[in-house]
């Protein structure tokens, strides 16, 4: 069962009556007793909290641990996801673990300002190891990833950031880019990707206009181009009569 004297939010059990998989959303968890989040005998399960905040202090303002301990068999897993709490208060014995995740948003931007959907977006944690694979969308940011940023053991914790962000195009209208992040919150990244010049633009308008000028003018020529963002510079040929 749920919910024990001396705890903010304690596993009591076993039996089957335990609950073996719970989610938390928006979950304020203040003014425990002993512990702000505990387990008792309670085996084989796994709780999730979402977008919660797991305060540490007793009602007397006195620092209290989030204990995930006193179990015998079974592994007891907890999975905190854009969850607040304070980590020195955190004990784990060798039946429980502790995964820490945070939410990840990429947004694709090109060097003119514009949002690029479709680029390709895959997130590599520490080890290299691919862990997300996705897309950008029509407004050129990605869903919601679930990544995590370390495991905790009785071992200690198994960090899985730094994190390296590749971004490509499959047509290669765009060059590849990366970008490296430490992921301890939840995050919105931006990364910019730089148009290839896969079409030849074209010059749809030059000013001025073909008239005569006199020895020593000062002449300003502009042009209007089919396709600019990836155009670095123009090269312009004058050809003068011959004296």
Same mark, same amino acid.
């Given at each position: 069962?749920?919910?024990?004297?001396?705890?903010?939010?304690?596993?009591?059990?076993?039996?089957?009556?335990?609950?073996?998989?719970?989610?938390?959303?928006?979950?304020?968890? =203040?003014?425990? $007793?002993? *512990?702000?989040? +505990?387990?008792? &005998?309670?085996?084989?399960?796994?709780?999730?909290?979402? @977008? #919660?905040?797991?305060?540490?202090?007793?009602?007397?303002?006195?620092?209290?641990?989030?204990?995930?301990?006193?179990?015998?068999?079974?592994?007891?897993?907890?999975?905190?996801?854009?969850?607040?709490?304070?980590?020195?208060?955190?004990?784990?014995?060798?039946?429980?673990?502790?995964?820490?995740?945070?939410?990840?948003?990429?947004?694709?931007?090109?060097?003119?300002?514009?949002?690029?959907?479709?680029?390709?977006?895959?997130?590599?944690?520490?080890?290299?190891?691919?862990?997300?694979?996705?897309?950008?969308?029509?407004?050129?940011?990605?869903?919601?990833?679930? =990544?995590?940023? $370390?495991? *905790?053991?009785? +071992?200690?914790? &198994?960090?899985?950031?730094?994190?390296?962000?590749?971004? @490509? #195009?499959?047509?290669?209208?765009?060059?590849?880019?990366?970008?490296?992040?430490?992921?301890?919150?939840?995050?919105?990244?931006?990364?910019?990707?730089?148009?290839?010049?896969?079409?030849?633009?074209?010059?749809?308008?030059?000013?001025?206009?073909?008239?005569?000028?006199?020895?020593?003018?000062?002449?300003?020529?502009?042009?209007?181009?089919?396709?600019?963002?990836?155009?670095?510079?123009?090269?312009?040929?004058?050809?003068?009569?011959?004296?």
């Amino acid at each position: 069962a749920v919910g024990a004297s001396g705890a903010g939010l304690c596993r009591r059990g076993p039996g089957d009556s335990d609950f073996r998989q719970s989610y938390f959303i928006n979950c304020n968890i =203040i003014n425990g $007793y002993d *512990e702000a989040l +505990a387990t008792s &005998s309670a085996d084989n399960f796994h709780d999730v909290f979402v @977008s #919660s905040n797991l305060t540490t202090l007793d009602r007397d303002n006195n620092d209290v641990t989030i204990l995930f301990t006193s179990g015998s068999s079974g592994l007891r897993k907890w999975h905190f996801i854009n969850t607040t709490f304070n980590q020195s208060d955190v004990t784990v014995d060798s039946f429980s673990n502790l995964n820490v995740s945070w939410y990840l948003e990429v947004h694709a931007n090109s060097t003119t300002g514009d949002s690029i959907s479709n680029i390709n977006v895959q997130v590599y944690n520490s080890s290299n190891v691919l862990i997300k694979n996705t897309t950008t969308a029509s407004n050129g940011k990605t869903a919601f990833m679930n =990544i995590t940023e $370390y495991v *905790e053991t009785s +071992a200690g914790k &198994s960090y899985q950031t730094n994190l390296t962000i590749n971004l @490509s #195009s499959s047509d290669n209208s765009y060059s590849n880019a990366n970008a490296s992040i430490n992921l301890t919150s939840s995050t919105f990244k931006t990364i910019q990707i730089k148009g290839n010049d896969i079409s030849t633009p074209t010059i749809q308008s030059l000013l001025p206009k073909i008239t005569t000028y006199s020895a020593g003018d000062s002449i300003t020529i502009g042009a209007n181009i089919s396709d600019d963002r990836t155009v670095d510079y123009a090269n312009i040929d004058i050809n003068l009569p011959d004296g």
